[in-house]
């Protein structure tokens, strides 16, 4: 995980339990000599777990599995974000993108270019008329994100093999998660 010696790393990752469990937002308990860690609602009160319902949009597995929160910038992953929400093929004004998302131009701009030098993104420039204008004729640029991030996630992703990962490289022991993504 990148936390610097081994006993330092444990010592790191203790104190985040330790802080996720003070908050109730995971119960730390104890199998044997290992931890036994599991996700709890994340508003904080120490009930289970349940899954969203209603509108929200999922980020494929491989956005942890293969490091991307660790390579894309910030932008990236803001934009990235933007057009999971959206279908292949979206058009983004960057003139309404602060309007409609809360963030600059210039963020949408390097947004775009951090996921296309990650070939996360692909452009496709469409000619459109509009007769109410003197120009008439415009150029508009559509996106589709590219494959991870191009399809939907499928079924349910069991966190625990990644979770697991992490903890055998810092000798954590095993580490349990009830909670699954679809």
């Not at 597995?61 to 934009?79: F, H, I, N, P």
């Not at 809360?102 to 008329?129: C, K, P």
């Not at 903890?167 to 349990?176: E, K, P, S, T």
């Amino acid at each position: 995980m990148g936390l610097g010696d081994e006993a330092y790393g444990k010592d790191a990752v203790s104190r985040c339990w330790a802080r996720l469990a003070s908050r109730k937002l995971v119960l730390r308990e104890r199998e044997s000599k290992q931890a036994k860690i599991t996700t709890l609602h994340e508003s904080g009160s120490g009930e289970p777990y349940t899954a969203p319902s209603g509108n929200y949009f999922t980020l494929p597995l491989e956005y942890w599995s293969d490091d991307w929160y660790r390579k894309l910038t910030v932008q990236g992953k803001a934009v990235l974000l933007v057009a999971r929400s959206l279908r292949p093929g979206f058009y983004l004004p960057g003139n309404l993108v602060k309007k409609w998302y809360g963030f600059s131009g210039d963020v949408l701009t390097e947004g775009f270019n951090d996921l296309r030098a990650h070939n996360l993104i692909s452009s496709e420039d469409r000619t459109r008329e509009d007769y109410s204008t003197a120009q008439i004729t415009f150029t508009e640029r559509h996106y589709s994100l590219k494959a991870p991030f191009s399809l939907p996630s499928k079924g349910t992703i069991d966190l625990s093999e990644i979770l697991q990962k992490h903890a055998d490289m810092l000798g954590q022991g095993v580490v349990q998660n009830e909670r699954s993504t679809t």
